[in-house]
């Protein structure tokens, strides 16, 4: 396997993140009550097609993915006589500038949205689901923080650093539905540092090892036991959180886990077939078009859906009630209208997933390199936490982000090292 160059992790993190947009699209929509504009998600109302969120939950591919990547930068810095602090400016760099971009643009529009005299409480709701997929920003950066250390345990033993994991994971649940709720936030480390040793395994040709056969044993494993945890068991079906039931995604629960698994066998199956296909010219231009603004497809994919749902219903239009005839009818019309209107927005701002030296000031060390990956993450959970409306919470976390960036910067720049890439398509295509 040549892990330089891959067209099919490539081709897996684009439509990943692609895969998160529509799967919002389809399931947000908005509902009007006695003259009031309220949120809605249409899993709460059709529950046959919760069943349908173990394909389009899509974030341990993602994750797998990112340890692809981050084994090829850590590898790359190494060889290049580089060392912890340089990798961390380079991925953490590479994360979050198209954050930083989003994190001061929405905020500004909300607020002179505000000024306008929207109501403050249907603003405010609007600032919350766009700050809600910041989280996945937040603990990205923190896993990918941690995967020199993963790494090296995954040289010394592959098995038993993925092992530990799923017990640590499944032995958190157990705490989390018995004991102590708040525990189950632990979750957030061991499920998807799990879901990067997968990537590690994968990058290090272990998983093209697997034959079919095998491939197809793990895939039917964990079908039935997500059967088993989500039938028999006390988990929900759905593996995106919905109202009134435990989650599975936030914190993430062993089902997420297992879900990875079955996504991995289900990679291995795939792959030949994908990247035959992938040697075709339009197919690799797709791959790279989206891979080129990724960041900016997931950013930004819930403001462009708020802009559509604003402008049915200041044109007198009222969205349809979720599994009505009109709603089924209208999905794929929706969906083609939401990734066009995606796509103009994406052409300005795709810029800032350009990679760029990194500026920094004064010399610093691992330690400020750590100190600024916790200020990143912290800004980013507070963005979650607190949503992009309110101006006391808002720019605070914006300020612990642009902090961090600057400590990290300033570690890879005091070093005078290079931007590195990561091999994914967007450093190989000019």
Same mark, same amino acid.
């Given at each position: 396997m040549n892990a330089g160059r891959d067209r099919f992790v490539d081709a897996l993190r684009a439509a990943s993140l692609v895969a998160v947009a529509v799967g919002h699209w389809l399931m947000a929509t908005m509902v009007v009550v006695d003259g009031e504009v309220h949120g809605a998600n249409a899993l709460d109302s059709i529950a046959a097609l919760r069943?349908?969120?173990?394909?389009?939950?899509?974030?341990?591919?993602?994750?797998?993915?990112?340890?692809?990547?981050?084994a090829l930068v850590w590898r790359r810095t190494v060889r290049r006589g580089g060392g912890y602090t340089e990798f961390v400016r380079s991925r953490v760099h590479r994360l979050t500038r198209p954050a930083m971009a989003f994190a001061v643009i929405t905020p500004t529009v909300l607020g002179l949205a505000l000024l306008t005299g929207l109501p403050e409480q249907q603003v405010g709701l609007v600032g919350e689901l766009l700050g809600g997929p910041l989280w996945f920003l937040g603990v990205y950066v923190l896993v990918t923080a941690l995967a020199p250390l993963m790494l090296r345990w995954h040289g010394r033993s592959p098995v038993a650093a993925a092992v530990a994991l799923a017990v640590a994971a499944a032995t958190v649940d157990v705490v989390r539905m018995e004991v102590a709720g708040g525990v189950g936030y632990l979750n957030f480390a061991f499920v998807w540092l799990f879901a990067q040793q997968v990537g590690f395994w994968y990058v290090d040709g272990r998983l093209a090892r697997v034959t079919r056969k095998v491939a197809w044993i793990v895939l039917a494993a964990a079908c039935v036991a997500l059967l088993v945890l989500t039938g028999l068991g006390p988990y929900p079906v759905s593996m995106v959180g919905l109202t009134g039931e435990m989650s599975n995604m936030a914190p993430p629960s062993v089902c997420l886990l297992v879900l990875a698994l079955a996504q991995a066998a289900?990679?291995?199956?795939?792959?030949?077939?994908?990247?035959? =296909? !992938?040697?075709?010219?339009? @197919? =690799?231009?797709?791959v790279v078009a989206c891979g080129s603004r990724a960041m900016t497809i997931y950013l930004w994919h $819930?403001?462009?859906?708020?802009?559509?749902?604003?402008?049915?219903?200041?044109?007198?239009?009222?969205?349809?009630?979720?599994? +009505?005839?009109?709603?089924? $009818?209208?999905?794929?019309? =929706?969906?083609?209208? !939401?990734?066009?209107? !995606?796509?103009?927005? +994406?052409?300005?701002?795709?810029? =800032?997933?350009?990679?760029? @030296?990194?500026?920094?000031?004064?010399?610093?060390?691992?330690?400020?390199a750590c100190l600024g990956v916790a200020l990143v993450s912290l800004g980013l959970f507070g963005l979650t936490l607190g949503g992009l409306a309110d101006p006391e919470t808002t720019w605070p976390s914006v300020a612990g982000v642009l902090a961090g960036r600057v400590l990290v910067g300033t570690v890879g720049a005091a070093c005078g090292y290079p931007s590195q890439g990561d091999g994914s398509a967007r450093d190989r295509v000019s």
């Open positions: 069943p349908a969120t173990w394909l389009l939950q899509v974030m341990p591919l993602f994750f797998m993915a990112g340890g692809f990547s981050n289900a990679c291995v199956l795939a792959r030949p077939r994908v990247n035959a =296909w !992938l040697e075709r010219t339009r @197919p =690799w231009a797709a $819930l403001p462009v859906l708020v802009a559509a749902f604003a402008m049915m219903l200041a044109a007198g239009v009222t969205p349809p009630a979720p599994g +009505s005839t009109t709603w089924w $009818l209208s999905r794929p019309v =929706w969906v083609v209208a !939401l990734a066009a209107m !995606l796509a103009a927005v +994406s052409m300005p701002l795709a810029r =800032w997933e350009r990679a760029v @030296p990194a500026r920094g000031g004064s010399p610093g060390g691992v330690a400020v």
